[in-house]
């Protein structure tokens, strides 16, 4: 099993696979933003391992000589991307672990500035908005329901050159929701929020997404929402995004 390191052997492997950048964390891959790309023999390759953020992409020969082991990557959790034929292999690998989970991938070309800036300025005046600085990286990267807004930025410096994102505070400075780039690619971010438990269910999490996109398409940029399931679908589609398609992937 080798890890692949350059460009050049990024872009070989893509022709090479065929690989087709459909999602947001595949084109961050293999831009070499994000996460590890990894192939049994880089030279004569057979088969082709993708991980960003315990997303798992799958291609070649779920046969081969070392497919078990690519099969065994998992950790402690992944959604994977994968053919049947690798679906099986996973299976045999975890038996019993495997569920199919339901995504859906929005279209933010309906969404409206003037709609986000309406949602922004509902909030509370005793709510705070404030852009993650190296301070709230460093908050955020130590606590579990917060750490995936940060975690796939190698440092500290690397989230505040390529990343971008926003908490909301109350008075007191405690962090109650967040919405970040969970990776940047080509052309944008692609969207995480969280809400602390104890605070959902208080329109945070709509509140400080909307900011974050007013703030990203002002740059130019485009905030990718991928929803993991229905709430995060609805949440989405107040924000302005249509639905552009539904998948399934299977989860371990």
Known sequence: MEKVKTQKDRDYLKEYFQVVLYDTLLDAAFLGYHGRILVDNIRKPSILFVDVGHT???????FGKEAKLFASLVEDYAEIHA???WV???KEAYPDKVDQLTRYEMDDSSISLSHLEEIVNKKDEDLIIKQIDEELYHRLIKQGWTSSMVENFTSVEDFMEHGFGFVLLNKKGD???GTSSFARYSKGYEVEVQTHISHRRKGYALLISAYFIKETLKQGKHAHWDAQNIHSKRLAEKLGYTLKRTYHIIEV
């Open 88 to 90: 099986k292999r996973i």
């Open 83 to 85: 053919s049947d034929d």
């Open 56 to 62: 798992f992409y799958y291609y070649g020969d779920a």
């Open 175 to 177: 962090i109650l929701s």
